[in-house]
C-alpha cells in the first residue's frame, strides 16, 4: 500500500513538472501550431472519446438541394468566422485559436465518418475553440446533419457558392461602420471614411 501510494505520488510529480516545461517552454500562446505530436495525440483522444455507435452512424437527412442550402446558411452564421468560408480555417479569428481550425476540405476531416461530425458539431472539444451546438431538440439535430452534408460540399464549392456564402455570412461591427461611413461620404455628408483597423472579427470573406 505504502508503495502504491510512493509510486502515485511520484507520477503525479512527473506530471506536474511535465506540464509546467509545457507552459514554460510554449508561453502557453495560443498564436503558436501545436506540434506532430500534439495534434496526432489529440486526434487520438478525440477518436477515442467519441462513442463507437456514434462513430457508426449514417447521416439519416438524405442530400437534396434543399438540404445543402440549409446547411450553407446555418454554416454562414456559425461556422464561417473561424471556419471561413471556404472551410479552410484561414481566417483572423481562426489564426488566434489553438489549435488552428483545421482545412475542412482535407482528409483530415474529409475522411471522418458522418457520425464522429455530427458528434464533433453537437458536443465540441474541450482545450479547443470549437464549442458545443447541440440544442437538445430533434430541429437542433436535423440542422446539424444538414450542416455535415454543407461540410462534405466543402471541397467542391464553386466561385458562385462563395459569391453566395459572402452575401450570407455576419458582417462585424467595424465592417458595418465603414460601410455606413462609405454611404455618407457619398452622399457628400462627411470626409472620406477612415480605413478598416485591421481587426475585424468576422474573418470569413477569404
Not at 517552454?25 to 486526434?43: F, H, K, N, V, Y
Not at 477518436?47 to 446547411?71: H, K, W, Y
Not at 471561413?84 to 465518418?113: H, I, V, W, Y
Request: net charge negative; with cysteine; glycine share 8%.
Amino acid at each position: 500500500m505504502i508503495r502504491l501510494f510512493a509510486a502515485l505520488v511520484v507520477l503525479a510529480a512527473v506530471i506536474a513538472a511535465t506540464v509546467i516545461t509545457y507552459a514554460v517552454a510554449t508561453g502557453l500562446d495560443a498564436r503558436a501550431q501545436p506540434s506532430a505530436i500534439e495534434a496526432r495525440l489529440a486526434r487520438g483522444v478525440r477518436s477515442l472519446a467519441i462513442p463507437r455507435a456514434v462513430r457508426g452512424r449514417t447521416n439519416p437527412v438524405a442530400r437534396s438541394a434543399d438540404v445543402l442550402a440549409e446547411g450553407m446558411s446555418h454554416y454562414a452564421d456559425h461556422c464561417a468566422s473561424c471556419h471561413a468560408n471556404n472551410g479552410s480555417g484561414d481566417t483572423e479569428m481562426g489564426r488566434g485559436l489553438f489549435p488552428k481550425p483545421p482545412d475542412m476540405r482535407q482528409a483530415a476531416t474529409q475522411e471522418l465518418t458522418d457520425g464522429e461530425l455530427f458528434y464533433i458539431i453537437e458536443h465540441g472539444v474541450r482545450f479547443t475553440g470549437m464549442p458545443g451546438w447541440s440544442t437538445g431538440t430533434e430541429s437542433g439535430e436535423n440542422a446539424t446533419w444538414h450542416l455535415v452534408h454543407f461540410i462534405r460540399q466543402l471541397p467542391k464549392l464553386t466561385d458562385e457558392d462563395l459569391g453566395h456564402l459572402e452575401t450570407m455570412t455576419p458582417r462585424s461591427p467595424e465592417e458595418v461602420r465603414q460601410e455606413l461611413e462609405e454611404e455618407r461620404f457619398l452622399r457628400g455628408e462627411t470626409p472620406a471614411p477612415t480605413p478598416p483597423s485591421g481587426h475585424s472579427h468576422s474573418g470569413a470573406h477569404k
